[in-house]
T-cell receptor, first 112, second 113 residues
């Protein structure tokens, strides 16, 4: 069974630009969660989608948004990038609420 | 809101020594999960504990869930260099209607050969 895939793996953007990251969950998984990871900050929860609906949202500004498609693939978008948005963005999929999460390799975003 | 704290933040051990990381939640948890992230990698699910007082073992790793379901620990016996990485606990509060999984800050383990 293929694992969670994320594209792109690396991205360099300039302050003020926007970016879209993609996540393909494990086949059969309907829940997709997004996390931001920076050194010393652990895993900061961004949002979770289940069956195309946002079920949970973390404490991030409105510049961070996401969506999920009918095939469970998910995208997250960050608009008006700031230097502080530089981080590893991880996507995780699971069967549903409370189940173990399977993480993708992440997208390393660098904002200059 | 629900918070999950992990201690210590860093732990440096000599190969062969034991290691323990502790996880404490501000609220009662319905379950606790543990993940390991190797340097440069992504978190990988290790185990889930559900019952009060539950103890599970995976080779040299022992996981415990507290009686009050508000704390948990991961103990590694006789560490090896392959144990290097950051260990995260994550839990869902029993009153968390949305079922959001809250991660601790992680404990970074380094093992000196």
């Amino acid at each position: 069974k293929a694992g969670v895939t994320q594209t792109p793996r690396y991205l360099i953007k300039t302050r003020g630009q926007q970016v879209t990251l993609s996540c393909s969950p494990i086949s059969g998984h309907r829940s997709v969660s997004w996390y931001q990871q920076t050194p010393g900050q652990g895993l900061q929860f961004l949002f979770e989608y289940f069956s195309e609906t946002q079920r949970n949202k973390g404490n991030f500004p409105g510049r961070f948004s996401g969506r999920q498609f009918s095939n469970s693939r998910s995208e997250m978008n960050v608009s008006t990038l700031e230097l502080g948005d530089s981080a590893l963005y991880l996507c995780a999929s699971s069967y549903g609420q409370g189940n173990e999460q399977y993480f993708g390799p992440g997208t390393r975003l660098t904002v200059t | 809101g629900q918070q999950v704290m992990q201690i210590p933040q860093y732990q440096h051990v000599q190969e062969g020594e034991d290691f323990t990381t502790y996880c404490n939640s501000s609220t009662t948890l319905s379950n606790i999960q543990w993940y390991k992230q190797r340097p440069g990698g992504h978190p990988v699910f290790l185990i889930q504990l559900v019952k009060s007082g539950e103890v599970k073992k995976q080779k040299r790793l022992t996981f415990q869930f507290g009686e009050a379901k508000k704390n948990s620990s991961l103990h590694i016996t006789a560490t090896q260099t392959t144990d290097v990485g950051t260990y995260f606990c994550a839990g869902i509060g029993v009153r968390n209607q949305g079922g959001k999984l809250i991660f601790g800050q992680g404990t970074e383990l380094s093992v000196k050969p």
